[in-house]
């Protein structure tokens, strides 16, 4: 790379796939932090993956890993990490973590994560994965409904929603410590052919009371389940 050196353990597939896709995909659309960078080298995607999609574990796509969810493409996950502004210090909710991978990457870049999907098969995968990967900062909880986060360990210096969503809910939002971040994407249209909707990269900061909605990059994302639109509801 040219001012940034990640460094890759090894010169096996996987790992030459991660550093192509760390340059090819994320550093070429300014994403620049090293800790985002290295924390993409160091945890593979394939083990996350059914068998018959490892091969395109890195494509810069949406992938469908089964029972209507979807791993999101690297470079939307890359972006959405990047506007959350996460140091060592913080305490993130992952939102749809399905059998691990956000988390993993989130355990790198933050103090302690709560990760939480409504999928209880998931959740028993994703603890099998955590030891193998020796990740002890990270609380794989399942839960009913998505939407309305995972109270017990709020406030939250971050969210991190796997997935695209229509509305936040109020209790959602109530999670976020003052000045907390929650990253996500908006959907925006839906398309008649595929559950890959049209979105938004989102920001939102609490300030105070308050939440604040921002909107940044285009991306296609698959609305996480429970995150559907509710009747009346407005951003």
């Known amino acids: 790379m040219t001012d940034i050196d990640v460094k890759v353990q090894n010169t ?44 395109a574990a890195y494509v810069d796509e949406d992938l469908d890993v089964g029972n209507g969810r979807y791993l999101m493409a690297p470079l939307t996950f890359a972006k959405l990490l990047d506007l959350a502004e996460i140091t060592p210090s913080c305490k993130i909710l992952n939102i749809g973590c399905m059998n691990g991978y956000t988390a993993a990457i989130l355990s790198k870049l933050g103090n302690y994560v709560v990760a939480t999907d409504s999928d209880a098969n998931a959740i028993i995968e994703a603890r099998t994965q955590m030891q193998r990967l020796k990740i002890a900062n990270v609380n794989l909880q399942p839960v009913s409904t998505m939407s309305d986060g995972y109270g017990m360990s709020a406030p939250y210096d971050v969210i991190v929603i796997q997935g695209a969503i229509s509305f936040i809910s109020e209790v959602l939002g109530s999670q976020l410590a003052p000045g907390g971040r929650l990253v996500t994407v908006r959907n925006i249209a839906t398309r008649p052919d595929t559950p890959i909707g049209l979105g938004k990269g989102l920001l939102v900061n609490r300030i105070e009371q308050k939440l604040q909605y921002r909107e940044h990059f285009d991306a296609s994302c698959a609305i996480l389940s429970s995150f559907e639109q509710v009747p009346g509801f407005t951003f």
């Not at 994320?26 to 993956?49: C, G, H, S, W």
């Open 12 to 55: 096996n597939p996987s790992a030459v796939m991660r550093k192509h896709m760390i340059l090819g995909q994320l550093y070429t659309n300014d994403i620049v932090d090293k800790r985002i960078l290295q924390a993409m080298a160091d945890i593979a995607r394939e083990p996350f993956m059914p068998a018959k999609l490892q091969g």
